[in-house]
């Protein structure tokens, strides 16, 4: 069983249409990276998995499924139970994911204590050792937030969402606003966690490059629909969806340590306006007719998957040649 399915996921903010029916499956100890511009709904699509929307967001489609149980339709109470111990959320770093009026060994604790109780002398030393795997003296656990520096608060972060052992961690750009040095220590680090724990997760992050260092498959999101969904590797040799395909040429090496953002001309579809078409049209180069008429379907082929009229007809030669 998928350890995450989400089914036609729609979630609206009043008239805006920031995902919409967008489909996901997660496999036990995988991770699925999700890129696409500013706007595009990969924040909104990861707090929806929690139901953590803000308001005025609102699930009004579709299904959450996790270990086979929906999500969408569950009490706030039951959910409380499965937030951090089941599944774990790491924020954009800078953001306020630390409580800064608390000591870093305080918000371990605090977390312990609501889902899995233990001696005091355990919760010392697992606030050692949790610390120790981001690589962080110990003697750090009594400061606060604000004595850290930004790299080492996203770490502490990383091991707080770690601390309960959670099955799914979703990552949304946990290293955005950090240098790149430090957020490839920070990369790095992400990957030894993941053979130690074997977690599963949603890797949400703007950055391409990052994102395929990181994760075994990728699904692009474009105005608020999944366009593209590939095997890392893939993706990178064969985009199938001409926005994948602009985003690479953003990144004319994803290893370079200098990364040129050449960005793609045109502005994101207004996700107030439904019109009909693919919501990339004006921005393609390959546009046909139909683009701009008839909203592409999401083409699933098991671990892969693309939403383009031009793409779907060269998959379907593919198959028949
Ligand atoms: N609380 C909110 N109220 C109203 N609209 C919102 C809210 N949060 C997000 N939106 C809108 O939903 C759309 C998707 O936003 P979202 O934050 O999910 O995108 P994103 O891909 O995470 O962007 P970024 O890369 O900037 O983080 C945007 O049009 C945004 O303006
Ligand atoms: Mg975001």
Redesign the pocket.
Same mark, same amino acid.
């Given at each position: 069983m998928a350890l995450l399915e989400v089914e036609h996921l729609t979630v609206t903010? !009043?008239n +805006?249409h920031? +995902?919409r029916d967008v489909s996901l499956k997660l496999e036990p100890g995988e991770i699925l990276g999700v890129v696409?511009? /500013?706007? /595009?709904?990969? /924040?909104?699509?990861?707090?929806a998995v929690t139901k953590l929307?803000? /308001?005025?967001?609102q699930i009004s489609a579709g299904r959450v499924l996790f270990e086979g149980q929906d999500l969408v339709p569950m009490a706030e109470r039951e959910l409380r139970k499965k937030r951090w111990k089941d599944i774990a959320v790491v924020m954009?770093s800078g953001m306020n994911a630390l409580n800064p009026v608390a000591t870093i060994r305080r918000q371990f604790e605090d977390a312990i204590m609501a889902h899995s109780p233990m001696s005091q002398t355990k919760m010392r030393e697992r606030v050692a050792e949790m610390l120790q795997l981001v690589n962080i003296d110990a003697r750090y656990a009594d400061n606060y937030p604000h004595e850290l520096s930004g790299g080492m608060k996203q770490r502490v972060a990383i091991a707080l969402a770690l601390v309960l052992d959670p099955k799914l961690i979703i990552f949304?750009?946990p290293t955005t606003a950090l240098d790149v040095v430090v957020q490839r220590y920070i990369v790095q680090n992400l990957k030894m966690l993941r053979k130690r724990y074997n977690f599963s997760a949603l890797f949400?992050s703007?950055d391409l490059g990052t994102v395929l260092e990181i994760a075994d498959r990728v699904a692009v999101?474009y105005g !608020?629909k999944m366009v593209e969904v590939q095997a890392a590797g893939e993706l990178l040799k064969n985009p199938r969806h001409p926005y994948t395909e602009a985003l690479l040429k953003c990144f004319p090496d994803p290893r370079s340590e200098q990364i040129e953002v050449l960005g793609i001309p045109g502005t994101p579809p207004d996700?107030a306006d439904l019109s009909p078409g693919c919501p990339f049209h004006p921005r393609c180069a390959m546009a046909m007719d139909r683009c701009r008429v008839e909203t592409p379907e999401y083409i699933s082929m098991g671990e892969a998957g693309v939403a383009c009229h031009l793409a779907a007809r060269e998959v379907e030669v593919g198959q028949n040649g």
């Amino acid at each position: 069983m998928a350890l995450l399915e989400v089914e036609h996921l729609t979630v609206t903010y !009043g008239n +805006v249409h920031a +995902v919409r029916d967008v489909s996901l499956k997660l496999e036990p100890g995988e991770i699925l990276g999700v890129v696409g511009e /500013s706007g /595009s709904g990969k /924040s909104t699509l990861g707090y929806a998995v929690t139901k953590l929307l803000r /308001s005025p967001g609102q699930i009004s489609a579709g299904r959450v499924l996790f270990e086979g149980q929906d999500l969408v339709p569950m009490a706030e109470r039951e959910l409380r139970k499965k937030r951090w111990k089941d599944i774990a959320v790491v924020m954009q770093s800078g953001m306020n994911a630390l409580n800064p009026v608390a000591t870093i060994r305080r918000q371990f604790e605090d977390a312990i204590m609501a889902h899995s109780p233990m001696s005091q002398t355990k919760m010392r030393e697992r606030v050692a050792e949790m610390l120790q795997l981001v690589n962080i003296d110990a003697r750090y656990a009594d400061n606060y937030p604000h004595e850290l520096s930004g790299g080492m608060k996203q770490r502490v972060a990383i091991a707080l969402a770690l601390v309960l052992d959670p099955k799914l961690i979703i990552f949304d750009e946990p290293t955005t606003a950090l240098d790149v040095v430090v957020q490839r220590y920070i990369v790095q680090n992400l990957k030894m966690l993941r053979k130690r724990y074997n977690f599963s997760a949603l890797f949400i992050s703007h950055d391409l490059g990052t994102v395929l260092e990181i994760a075994d498959r990728v699904a692009v999101m474009y105005g !608020g629909k999944m366009v593209e969904v590939q095997a890392a590797g893939e993706l990178l040799k064969n985009p199938r969806h001409p926005y994948t395909e602009a985003l690479l040429k953003c990144f004319p090496d994803p290893r370079s340590e200098q990364i040129e953002v050449l960005g793609i001309p045109g502005t994101p579809p207004d996700l107030a306006d439904l019109s009909p078409g693919c919501p990339f049209h004006p921005r393609c180069a390959m546009a046909m007719d139909r683009c701009r008429v008839e909203t592409p379907e999401y083409i699933s082929m098991g671990e892969a998957g693309v939403a383009c009229h031009l793409a779907a007809r060269e998959v379907e030669v593919g198959q028949n040649g």
